[in-house]
């Protein structure tokens, strides 16, 4: 058996010898982490920003863009929103011809039905919607003739008001709605 002692400078020489490889390890660790720090100033050194004319180019540049942009982009909405109502007629004077078809008797006295009583009796799923906003009121079809003659009106102007002509081609049905007054869209 080892005195005491010794067992006691064997372990502090253990001790010392990891702190010395910790003291190693740290003076490495400095000398990296200081020549990293040299490379990183040398590198922000080289590096340049963007002079007040290049940026200034840059905003104009996006100026333009918008400006161009935005009223294209309005377009494509009114656009679609046209789209919308004619579909809306469309949908419309389909339901109002299986109405005609079926020899139901949901028209009124002179030839009008709404979008309600067509959803009512099933041949709609459901009311129209504006695509401006809200619903129709009136949305309705009159038929008169053979003639159908469509008032999608959502209470402060009139969406589409005019008659749907059915117009076959090639076995495909098209309907051309023509504005009856001049206060349609």
């Known amino acids: 058996m080892q005195p005491a002692y010794s067992m006691m400078m ?5 001790f010392v010898l990891i702190f010395i490889l910790f003291t190693i390890l740290k003076k490495e660790e400095r000398w990296k982490m200081r020549n990293m720090k040299q490379k990183m100033q040398k590198l922000l050194k080289q590096q340049k920003g963007f002079t007040l004319v290049e940026l200034l180019a840059v905003i104009v540049i996006l100026g333009i863009i918008a400006a161009i942009a935005i009223p294209a982009i309005g377009g494509i909405i009114d656009n679609s929103k046209k789209d919308a109502h004619i579909a809306n007629a469309e949908a419309l004077v389909s339901a109002a011809r299986l109405a005609v078809v079926s020899d139901e008797s949901i028209f009124d006295g002179d030839g009008t039905v709404t979008d309600a009583v067509l959803v009512s009796n099933g041949y709609l799923e459901s009311e129209l919607e504006d695509p401006d906003g809200g619903s129709y009121s009136p949305a309705e079809v009159t038929y008169v003739d053979g003639n159908y003659e ?13 008659n749907i ?3 076959r081609s090639a076995g495909r049905s098209y309907f051309d709605a023509t504005p009856a007054s001049g206060d349609g869209n």
């Open 165 to 167: 002509e059915n117009i």
């Open 10 to 14: 064997g372990e502090v020489g253990f």
């Open 150 to 162: 469509v008032n999608l009106n959502n209470g402060t102007r009139k969406a589409l008001t005019g």
